[in-house]
């Protein structure tokens, strides 16, 4: 799927503002008629979570439906037209002028549909049910009864209880787009890089929406390169490998870009066109290593959420530029979409600036009982497909995580991680691939993956406030889970609550001065360890929970920086760490 564009050839409308906006506590807007078009709305800002926006919708995550009206800004003669939604949580239906579209399953991930049949020049009435109930057999799942879940693992007494430890925002998260295409349009694009004595190497799949007598023009440039090819489409796809001298590689860095224009060419007429960036690189992984471009590559940076007061989950572009800024005043190379795949904005920002990314699918929380384990199998499944499907042609995409932190038991966890991985791989066979666990040595399913991916708080869930004995269980754990599986090992989560402003001398529990030690203990604790290849603090910053007693004011304050952006000392010191010669 690719993300619309604006040129010659294509239209794109940013219908997102203000929409009209109904809870539904009662499920009748559907016997009610709503999806036809309703009144006594209240506006809404789309995108955005509905929570912050509403008191009495904080904790509400039930069905709700959204509104808008448009007219259509061009002449779509003779092209097809499309609705795009980048993100809605949880359960989505659409409506358009009174016809049902269709829906989707889980948040953060786009879907569209085409609208050619239906839309109007002008009064169109789009229509959106949205429902973030959580729910067992939904991944992330919530609301899980009978299951004995302590609070390290599974949060299971909080309020909305959710079966993962950040608050489950609802509604329309990232832009609604209509757009227009060519009857004879590509639909997608798949490039891969690859380095051959210092040239670049790319390898270009095009794939029209409907097979059709088609040639496709392709010219990469930029960086000194002028490259172009071409190749007839057969049936709905067409091939190229394209040569680059003396390659300039996407790095951290050096994130360097080139430009992809691929045209569609019918009856020596253009008929399409489409650009996209192209960084090339290669990742791989060498026995303890992991590589970049050839070379060993060490990742310093964080687990993050998308989240900011008001607009919840909803996409702030402001937010996304000082998050970088703060990345690269720090020190950082990279960050995991923690725990669900974050927008596209966010991932094209790390193309362009040169960070590096572990992108994880929504599958946080699992659990394996056999009541509703089918079902979510099947969904952690379609999350990877789609996610694949989005990012591949990202440089800065360098790994795939397929879960976060599963309470995996036996004898259903090896499998269905192993389905996963083997899933990831046959997509993409050019990226490693690992999966984020608590569980350690235990974890079954590391035995599938390329890179072990651990989460571990010694010091604080465990051993409380002995950050001595926690940094010697966690140096002695690390070898025994790699004399296990024998891979290279990133710490993804560590780190502890501090709260802004709260300082003891020595450093005790919840102060600014413990946070910064215990993680300047455990970056000493990995950089001795040869097979050790990043540390991702635990987190970025301060963020929102729902309400438990070990989550004051409804945050996780695990953050560095608080969660408006100001930071701790712990910041400070990762600062000194990472960035030692400024």
Known sequence: MLYPQFNRFRQSHDVSGFWDFRFDPEAAGEVEGWARGFDRGRPIAVPASWNDQFEDGRDYLGPAWYQTRFDLPWNWDGKRLFVRFGSVNYLASVWLNGAHLGGHEGGHLPFEFDITALAKDAGNCLVVRVDGELAGDRVPPGNVTGEAIDFFGGHGGNFPQAQFDFF????????????????????????????????????????????????????????????????????????????????????????????????????????????????????????????????????????????????????????????????????????????????????????????????????????????????????????????????????????????????????????????????????????PVTLASFIGEAEEGFEFCDVVSLNRYSGWYTQPGDLTEGTRLLADELDAIHRRFAKPLILTEFGADAISGMHAQPPEMFSEEYQAELIGRYIDVLRAKPYVVGEHVWNMCDFKTSQGVGRPGALNHKGVFTRDRRPKLAAHRLREIWRPRD
């Open 168 to 431: 489950p925002f609802c509604g329309i998260q990232r832009p609604v787009l209509i757009y227009a295409v060519p009857r004879s349009a590509l639909a997608d694009l798949e490039v891969v890089t690859d380095i051959a004595a210092g040239d670049g190497l790319v390898r270009i799949r095009a794939r029209l929406g409907e097979a059709a007598p088609a040639v496709a023009r392709f010219h990469l440039h930029g960086n000194g390169a002028d490259v172009t090819a071409q190749s007839t489409f057969e049936g709905p796809t067409a091939e190229a490998n394209l040569r680059v001298p003396n390659a300039s590689l996407w790095a951290p860095g050096a994130p360097n870009l080139y430009e992809l224009e691929v045209e569609v060419v019918q009856g020596g007429a253009v008929v399409d066109g489409y650009t996209l960036p192209v960084g090339i690189r290669t990742v791989a992984v060498d026995g303890d290593k992991l590589l970049l471009n050839g070379r060993p590559i060490y990742l310093t940076g964080f687990g993050r959420h998308e989240d900011f007061p008001v607009v919840g989950r909803g996409l702030l572009p402001p937010v996304i530029v000082k998050d970088y800024a703060l990345m690269d005043w720090i020190g950082a190379n990279s960050f995991r979409t923690s725990h669900y795949p974050y927008s596209e904005q966010m991932l094209d920002m790390a193309d362009r600036l040169g960070f590096l990314v572990i992108a994880e699918t929504p599958a946080v929380g699992l659990f394996f009982r056999e009541d509703g384990l089918d079902r979510r199998s099947e969904l952690c499944l379609r999350y990877v497909q789609e996610l694949v499907a989005r990012d591949r042609n990202h440089p800065s995409v360098i790994m795939w995580s397929v879960a976060n932190e599963p309470h995996s038991k036996p004898p259903h966890a090896k499998p269905f991680f192993h389905r996963l991985v083997d899933e990831a791989r046959a997509l993409d066979p050019t990226r």
